[in-house]
């Protein structure tokens, strides 16, 4: 229990610090309870500044990962990283270009993006909420002026 609240405590503060940190601005914690916590949890000097500690977890460039499961049915997380805060779209293709879905993510902070919990989801259902066919779709992420694009399989 006690690592699971030194795991939650490193993702809130990293969550609410990522885009002061990613842009090198000081940090100061509002909280010292928080600050304190943080410190104990990374094993740092009562005094310590947690600003370094915390930028080593920022993704040092903007990518799209795969996604998984990879072949999937009847859904599937895609996860990303941002090296620096954007607004973020995920846009879905069949094969011949037309747009299936489109998930705007909006604003989200300089980080990593990979559990299920933080991908993004979707549920193999086009705009007007109608399962998809099988077949190879691509997928393109849109996050500031980073664009990717990776290829997914639905099976039925």
Not at 33 to 38: E, H, K, M, R, S
Not at 40 to 58: D, F, G, S, V, Y
Not at 65 to 94: G, S
Not at 115 to 140: H, I
Request: hydrophobic share 45%; net charge positive.
């Amino acid at each position: 229990m006690k690592k699971y609240f030194r795991l939650l405590v490193i993702f809130l503060v990293f969550s609410c610090l990522t885009s002061h940190i990613a842009s090198a601005q000081i940090v100061n914690v509002p909280d010292a309870n928080l600050a304190a916590a943080v410190r104990e949890t990374l094993h740092l000097a009562p005094n310590a500044p947690i600003t370094k500690h915390l930028t080593a977890l920022i993704p040092k460039e903007t990518v799209l990962l795969p996604n998984y499961p990879n072949p999937f049915n009847p859904e599937t997380w895609i996860p990303y990283q941002l090296a620096k805060p954007a607004d973020v779209t995920l846009t879905i293709y069949a094969m011949d270009g037309q747009v299936v879905r489109q998930l705007v993510l909006r604003h989200q902070h300089a980080g990593t993006y990979q559990s299920k919990g933080r991908a993004v989801y979707w549920d193999g259902r086009n705009a007007f909420s109608e399962p998809v066919a099988s077949g190879l779709y691509f997928y393109t992420l849109t996050a500031g002026d980073f664009t990717a694009t990776r290829r997914m399989l639905i099976r039925k």
